[in-house]
């Protein structure tokens, strides 16, 4: 098979994009700069082909599926990864060039990546687009994360409903992606004393949450949650009794 992903240079991204290779499958995935995608390139190995694009321009989202599909000849799975978290501040305090920074890479980006792969994926008739959710996906309202969580939000109807115009496509479908709480860069710069309480009992490593996500996308499931409500319970039932870092 062979998958394309956004924002695959690092934590969740790249974690996937490693695991995906690991299981013998082809990867296309793109960052933000020449910089990024050599960070790490040297740990991968397998069929793959690393792309500069900045997901909020169609156009180079759709350059990038275009160098993909010369490489690869069709996609079978497109994840939309890409995103950033905000600044901790309250919505008033936020400047017009944070939000729309959040709001343009969350969801606009989200938005043309999913329009960019289904209009492929009608043609060769096969597919499946996932979207990142997070904090803010089930309706949670946090001070000082609004947006973030807006964006993630919308991208949980908004991948919902895409299902509804794909009614006649009985072989394509958008899913969604709930890893919970991961050790990432983007988890860790913001999060806080208080956040940092929660994350050391309910947080997992980038290593633990890729394998089960690419597992469960490979089999085909449409909504896709690592940090259950079986699996949170028995976090905090236990924590007391295991050494945390």
């Known amino acids: 098979m062979h998958i394309f992903i956004t924002g695959g240079t690092r934590g969740i991204g790249f ?16 960052g933000t700069s020449q910089a990024s995608i050599d960070k ?9 082909l690393p792309i500069i694009c900045d997901v909020r321009s169609k156009q180079q989202i759709v350059k990038a599926k275009d160098l993909a599909m010369d490489k690869f000849k069709s996609i079978d799975i497109w994840i939309n990864n890409a995103g950033v978290d905000q600044d901790r ?14 709001i343009d890479i969350n969801v606009i980006g989200m938005m043309l990546g ?5 209009k492929e994926m009608k043609k060769q008739s096969y597919g499946v687009v996932y979207n990142m959710e997070g904090l803010g996906s089930n ?19 908004f991948s919902q409903g895409c ?29 806080g004393d208080d956040g940092m309480k ?11 949450v890729t394998p089960f996500l690419v597992e469960k ?29």
């Open 15 to 30: 974690g996937l994009v490693n695991e995906f290779l690991k299981r013998g499958h082809s990867v296309s995935y793109t």
């Open 40 to 48: 790490h390139i040297s740990e991968l190995e397998g069929s793959f």
């Open 89 to 102: 501040a309250d919505v008033c305090d936020l400047s017009e060039e944070e939000i729309k920074r959040v």
């Open 114 to 118: 999913t329009s960019v792969a289904l």
């Open 139 to 157: 309706n949670m309202k946090i001070p000082r994360t609004l947006i973030y969580g807006s964006s993630k939000r919308l991208l949980t109807y």
């Open 163 to 191: 299902n509804k115009e794909l009614k006649d496509y009985k072989n394509i479908f958008v899913g969604t992606f709930q890893p919970g709480m991961v050790f990432t860069d983007l988890l860790m710069k913001n999060i």
């Open 198 to 208: 929660i994350a050391r009992i309910l947080g997992s490593e980038v290593e633990v």
């Open 217 to 245: 996308a490979l089999k085909g499931k449409k909504t896709i949650k690592y940090l259950t409500t079986n699996r949170m319970l028995w976090r905090f039932v236990s924590s007391p009794f295991k050494h945390k870092k």
